[in-house]
Each structure stands twice: as structure tokens, then as C-alpha cells.
């Protein structure tokens, strides 16, 4: 009988509704700073970006007004991410160059952004399932929030310090998807203008929050803004009139970049346009595989060729894989499950930039940070796909598929502790890349590929 009703709560997803709203939220701060214990003891990565972006971080020794408006006016070291120096700069003030208070920043924001996750998916839930119970939607929201803070793709973004920049442009996009969702509801301008200040701030954390204004299109979309509207009338209406601040930003954003040679885009000596193609296929499944399981994680993942070489045949079947994703997505769209295709295309979105059909100069195919916000879509058709399989009618799959999900969460959460120890310092780090760096140093003397080394 014990065993019974323990496995009927286990395969209902509402069970997490019963809990407190603090509940929640103690209990994924609790497992998430378990996961992330070794952080604590983690030192800086001395042979990497941390000795140029932090140690040697001119706004760290030097934080006077005339200091802070150059990081805000100027690249350095061909980045901008001038509040995440501010973020180093405080951090410094109050505790010193301490290795743990900065680990410990660093994992306070991925803390916050896991709550921030939390609330968004609760509301994205609500709207794309009304007449379902609220602990159905509260059960949603907490696991793909649980997934996001415990995932081993994570630790690269949270236990490496120079990596903050991606934690706080998460933050401050999170941020603004939060209050976008609250002026959508309200319509209140207030969260619109803190949507655009939210928008700023990401910016300057690092350049890829750029992509900010396709989400807040889809979440139009999930918000049902678009309907009634035409194509003809759809350019002067409210939806497209109020994303003109960001629309604006984001040219500006572009061309600071560009001015600054950070946002050219590639297109001399660069790989040829259908090799981008099936790279962009390559990563786009190279991270739904890493994100469903996360073996042989390194911090660099090494283009296949050089410029100018064939690519070995079996690239040609990602086209294929891609196809069957495609057909998922489609298919879900075509039943009217939102909830699946709005999840993939905020995966898709905010891997975008990072999937090479934009050719810009990137010295890796692929990187676990990449996935540090995208990871959330992806989570949430994983949670809709699992509640879906153990309600359908056929029982007797009920038990193996609980043993199985309770099996790959414990997965998650013991590699991404014994991953967060790999990264204690950089001979940790790069041990098990070691040989390829070496090889691919004597293949490539003066590729981008050194830029790993040292940027």
C-alpha cells in the first residue's frame, strides 16, 4: 500500500502544487546550491579569460567615475560587458579579490535566475493551459525550473568566473521577459519601460542579449497579440509600434559592435555558406543530445575542419535529424499544443546567434554556455512530453518511466557536482582537452582556435 501511493504521486506532476510558494522555493535554492557545493572551493582560472578579465580588470583597480564611463563607452579586449565589471568592481569593494565570493556571486545570480524561471514558466503555463489545476501549472513551472539550475550544461556558466557575463545578460533578459508579461497583462507603461532599461543592462552584460525583442515577439505570439491582425495592417499596429525602442537598440547595439569590430560579420575566409548550414544542424542537435545526456562535457568543442576542407560525410545526416525535429515541432503545432512549440523556438531563438548561419567569428562549433538560457525551452518540452507519457492511457510504462526520470535527475544533479570540481582551476579544466588543443594548435598555429587560450 506504502509503495502504491508513493508511485501515484510520483507519476502525477501536481503533487510540487501542494508545496508553499517558499517551499518552492527553498527547495530549489537547497538542491541547486548542493549541486554547485564545490563552487565554494573553486580558485580563478590563472591560465584563462580570469587573469585579463578579472585580476587585470582596469575598472577592479581603478573604480572612479571617469574609469566606469570608459568601460560603458569603450570595448576592452574586444568585449562589452561593462556591468559585469561593475559586477566585479562590487564584488572587489566588499570582500576583496577573494576567489569564493566571487564563486559565490556568481552562483547567488544563477540562484536568481532560477527562481526568475520559475515565475515566468508558472505564467507561460497558466496562459497556454487555463483549465488546467494550478498544481499541474506550479508542478510545470518548479521542475523546469529544477532542470535549468541543476543541468550539467550549466556549470560551465556558473563555476567559471569570467563566465558571469552570461549569468547577469540571462538575468537582466529574465527580467525583462517578467515585466514584458506584466505590461501585456496590465498594459501598464511602466513595465514596458522597465522591460527596455532591463534590455540595457543585459547589453551591457554581453552582447548576445541583442536578441532580446524576438522574444518578446513570441511571447506575443504565446499571448495571442497577433490575432485578428493582417500582414498589411500588423506593421502600424500596437504590437510592432511599442517594439520600436527595441528594434532601435538593437541597430544601435549592432553598430557600436560593428564599429568596434566585435559585430562584423564573416565573409572572407570564412567557411563556405552551406558548410554554416550544417553546422548550425550539427549544433542545433548536438545540444538537444547534450542537454538529454550530458556525457563527454568539455569546455572546448573544436571545429570539425579548417577553412577550405571537406566536411567528413556523415554531417550530411543532420539533415535528416533536423527533418525529424522539424516534423515533432510541426506536429505539435498542428494539434494546438502551443506549449511544445513555444518551448522549442525559445530554445532556437537564443541559440541563434550561436549557430553559425550568421557567420561570425566564433573558435568553437559549440559551447555548454551557449545553452545557459535556451536550456529553459528545451526543459519545458521535456516537463510537457513526461507529463503527457505518464498520464496517457497505457499504464504499463507508468513505473519504468518514473524509475527512469528519478534516475536521470539524480544524473543531473551528481554531474553537475562532480563537473563543478573540474573546474577548481585551469589545469582541471583543460585536462581532458588537453590532446586536442595540442593537436589542433599544430594544425592551426594561427586560427582563432588559440583565442580559447587567452580570451
Known amino acids: 500500500m506504502v509503495t502504491k501511493y508513493i508511485f501515484n504521486h510520483l507519476t502525477s506532476i501536481r503533487w510540487v502544487g501542494k508545496l508553499s510558494r517558499m517551499s518552492m522555493f527553498f527547495l530549489l535554492v537547497g538542491i541547486c546550491t548542493i549541486a554547485f557545493l ?29 574609469t566606469i564611463l570608459f568601460h560603458f563607452t569603450h570595448f576592452w579586449q574586444q568585449q562589452y560587458s561593462p556591468v559585469n565589471s561593475l559586477f566585479y568592481c562590487i564584488i572587489v569593494w566588499l570582500f576583496g579579490i ?3 565570493a566571487f564563486h559565490t556571486a556568481c552562483l547567488f545570480i544563477h540562484l536568481a535566475n532560477t527562481i526568475l524561471v520559475f515565475e515566468i514558466t508558472k505564467k507561460l503555463v497558466l496562459q497556454l493551459l487555463p483549465h488546467e489545476a494550478n498544481s499541474k501549472t506550479i508542478g510545470y513551472a518548479f521542475f523546469t525550473a529544477l532542470i535549468f539550475a541543476i543541468h550539467p550544461l550549466q556549470v560551465e556558466s556558473v563555476a567559471w568566473i569570467s563566465a558571469s557575463k552570461i549569468l547577469l545578460y540571462a538575468f537582466f533578459a529574465l527580467v525583462a521577459l517578467l515585466c514584458y508579461i506584466r505590461y501585456v497583462q496590465t498594459s501598464h507603461f511602466l513595465w514596458l519601460a522597465i522591460t527596455v532599461l532591463a534590455y540595457v543592462l543585459g547589453f551591457g552584460s554581453k552582447e548576445q542579449a541583442i536578441i532580446l525583442p524576438l522574444n518578446l515577439f513570441l511571447f506575443d505570439y504565446i499571448f495571442g497579440r497577433f490575432e485578428g ?8 499596429s500596437r504590437v510592432m509600434l511599442e517594439k520600436s525602442a527595441f528594434l532601435l537598440l538593437a541597430m544601435a547595439f549592432w553598430y557600436f559592435s560593428w564599429v568596434n569590430n566585435t559585430g562584423s560579420i564573416q565573409v572572407v575566409g570564412g567557411y563556405p555558406f552551406y558548410q554554416r548550414i550544417l553546422f548550425g544542424m550539427h549544433s542545433l542537435v548536438e545540444y538537444i543530445f547534450r542537454f538529454l545526456l550530458p556525457a563527454k562535457l568539455y569546455f572546448f568543442h573544436p571545429f570539425p ?3 577550405g576542407e571537406l566536411l567528413p560525410p556523415f554531417y550530411y545526416g543532420y539533415i535528416l535529424i533536423v527533418g525529424i525535429i522539424g516534423y515533432f515541432v510541426w506536429e505539435n503545432y498542428w494539434n494546438g499544443n502551443r506549449l511544445v512549440v513555444f518551448g522549442f523556438l525559445f530554445f532556437l531563438i537564443n541559440l541563434l546567434l550561436v549557430l553559425h548561419i550568421i ?9 555548454d554556455r551557449y545553452m545557459y538560457l535556451s536550456l529553459v525551452g528545451i526543459a519545458l518540452v521535456l516537463v510537457s ?5 505518464l498520464f496517457s492511457r497505457n499504464t504499463r510504462y507508468q513505473f519504468p518511466l518514473v524509475v527512469v526520470c528519478l534516475t536521470w535527475f539524480i544524473f543531473l544533479g551528481v554531474h553537475t557536482f562532480l563537473r563543478t570540481g573540474d573546474w577548481k582551476d585551469s589545469e ?28
Not at 594544425?443 to 587567452?454: C, G, K, V
Open 38 to 66: 564545490l563552487t565554494f572551493f573553486n580558485g580563478f582560472q590563472l591560465a584563462w579569460d580570469d587573469t585579463w578579465q578579472v585580476l587585470e580588470n582596469p575598472l577592479i583597480q581603478d573604480y572612479s567615475t571617469h
Open 385 to 389: 512530453k513526461l507529463d503527457q507519457w
Open 229 to 236: 491582425l493582417t500582414w498589411k495592417n500588423a506593421m502600424f
Open 98 to 100: 577573494e576567489p569564493a
Open 305 to 307: 575542419i579548417s577553412p
Open 359 to 367: 557567420p561570425l567569428p566564433r573558435p568553437v562549433i559549440t559551447a
Open 428 to 455: 582541471t579544466a583543460k585536462s581532458n582537452v588537453n590532446e586536442i588543443i595540442e593537436k589542433r594548435k599544430a594544425q592551426e598555429p594561427d586560427n582563432l582556435f588559440n583565442l580559447i587560450e587567452n580570451e
